[in-house]
């Protein structure tokens, strides 16, 4: 079967750094998405690791272990416009895989 | 240019019903993407499309689902005798080839009553 793991949710406090776990077990492996999505609206591309380490990108960063089967996505200086849920999609035999998404509090 | 477009941006419907959820990707994008998402969960994949035909339609739920994208652009999906467990947002999307960044529209709020 495919599978993807993600926390249910997290919270955080304005300014500080947070981490999104995503461990996967997919049929087959073409790179690991994070898409952001606000209440209400639709997914929004955030990164993209097809190869191991990390990409970083502003505030956020996004890293990869194909080995380990694990991403996780960091987000550094939370600001209150970071509430949202965080999804973890793997691209697997020309379709992506979804988690179910962590929502992600940002408290002040 | 524009983005991933869909219409309409709320359908409402009773049971048994038949309805039509357009979208129209980003220009030149040969990809395109159909799924659902309930609350709480991370889109479904329901069908996507290679230019004009579809690719892979192994996650359409059943024979009621039918999706069409006749000229390479703009694609429908087709829901007969709707039910009230088809209630969700339709989300679509586009990307310039398979297997590259996908990029989402707003997404059709589906409610069957």
Not at chain 1, 16 to 31: D, L, W
Not at chain 2, 5 to 21: A, D, R
Request: net charge neutral; hydrophobic share 35%; aromatic share 12%.
């Amino acid at each position: 079967g495919q599978n993807i793991d993600q926390p249910t949710e997290m919270t955080a406090t304005e300014g500080a750094i947070v981490q999104i776990n995503c461990t996967y077990q997919t049929s087959g492996f073409n790179g690991l998405f994070w898409y952001q999505q606000h209440a209400g609206e639709a997914p929004t591309f955030l990164s993209y690791n097809v190869l191991d380490g990390l990409e970083e990108k502003g505030r956020f960063s996004s890293f990869l272990s194909r080995s380990k089967g694990y991403s996780y996505l960091l987000l550094k200086e939370l600001q209150m416009k970071d509430s949202a849920s965080y999804l973890c999609a793997v691209n697997s035999n020309y379709q992506l895989i979804w988690g179910a998404g962590t929502k992600l509090i940002i408290k002040p | 240019g524009a983005g991933v477009s869909q219409t309409p941006s709320n359908k409402v419907t009773e049971k048994g019903k038949y309805v039509e959820l357009r979208c129209d990707p980003i220009s030149g994008h040969t990809a395109l993407y159909w799924y659902r998402q309930s609350l709480g969960q991370g889109p479904e994949f329901l069908i996507y499309f290679q230019g004009t035909g579809a690719a892979d339609d192994s996650g359409l739920p059943n024979d009621r689902f039918f999706a069409v994208r006749p000229e390479g652009s703009v694609s429908t999906l087709k829901i007969q005798r709707t039910e009230r467990g088809d209630s969700a947002v339709y989300l679509c999307a586009s990307s310039i080839r398979v297997q590259e960044t996908q990029y989402f529209g707003p997404g059709t709020r589906l409610l069957v009553l």
